[in-house]
């Protein structure tokens, strides 16, 4: 299967979860972070995040964002949508 990285504000998780699951049905390997368990208090903390999270769609072959409102304020989905464009990935889609 394809490994899919699902980028989207933690208000979206239970969408998301939808989502995710429906890609376990047909055996792909999405990546859903809902990563409230790392600190973003302190700026080695938002770097561990940041990088952990480069890492994570460098290993990736397809993206989805999910675009709601909260998803387009969000810091780390604005983040992560310009560093897969930076990247040059090319599998892309979005689900509004």
Not at 76 to 82: A, G, I, L, R
């Given at each position: 299967g394809s490994w899919i990285f699902l980028s989207h504000s933690s208000r979206d998780i239970e969408k998301v979860r939808i989502i995710r699951n429906e890609f376990e049905k047909h055996k792909q390997n999405p990546l859903a972070f809902h990563l409230k368990c790392l600190r973003t208090d302190t700026q080695?903390?938002?770097?561990?995040?940041?990088d952990l999270i480069k890492r994570e769609i460098d290993a990736r072959d397809w993206f989805v964002f999910c675009e709601s409102e909260a998803a387009k304020k969000s810091t780390?989905?604005?983040?992560?949508?310009?560093y897969v464009l930076k990247r040059g990935k090319k599998k892309i889609r979005i689900l509004v």
């Open positions: 080695e903390g938002c770097k561990e995040l940041e780390y989905v604005n983040m992560e949508k310009e």
